[in-house]
């Protein structure tokens, strides 16, 4: 097995946990040791530790930023674009042109009483979460 096999291996459960533990209660989860692991999984596949810390501290900061009660749908869909945007350190893949529409959508889904049985609030932090962890092994691999 090679090293691209554990990115996929390591971040796509992890970063779908974290993520889904940041929605519970524990923010820092998500805010916090989410960036870090997908940084330090960065530096361990070799890319520069700079841009690695980099993007670590971007995603600090959009996981930070709020998008739940009371935010309207165009600032969701910015929020879903600075997830994606906090990758670019570490270098362009096209599903970061993507996710923001799959975020939004999602997020309507998940959020419509037709939707909620289908894709229930913590399948969408986990999908998310994983998403997230699949554009950053995409980057590193």
């Known amino acids: 097995m090679n090293l691209g096999e554990w990115n996929y291996i390591i971040l796509l459960p992890i970063s779908s946990l974290l993520f889904m533990i940041g929605g519970t209660g524990f923010k820092w989860a998500r805010r916090f040791v989410l960036p870090a692991v997908i940084a330090g999984m960065a530096i361990l596949n070799g890319s520069n530790i700079w841009l690695s810390l980099g993007a670590g501290g971007l995603l600090v900061g959009a996981f930070c930023m709020p998008y739940g009660d009371g935010k309207d749908w165009w600032f969701r869909f910015m929020i879903g674009c600075l997830y994606a945007l906090a990758l670019l350190?570490?270098?362009?893949?096209?599903?970061?042109?993507?996710?923001?529409?799959?975020?939004?959508?999602?997020?309507?889904i998940s959020n419509q009483k037709w939707g909620e049985k289908w894709l229930p609030w913590k399948a969408w932090e986990a999908l998310n979460g994983l998403l997230i962890g699949w554009m950053a092994s995409l980057l590193i691999t």
């Open 89 to 108: 350190p570490l270098g362009f893949t096209t599903f970061q042109a993507i996710y923001p529409f799959i975020f939004l959508l999602t997020f309507y």
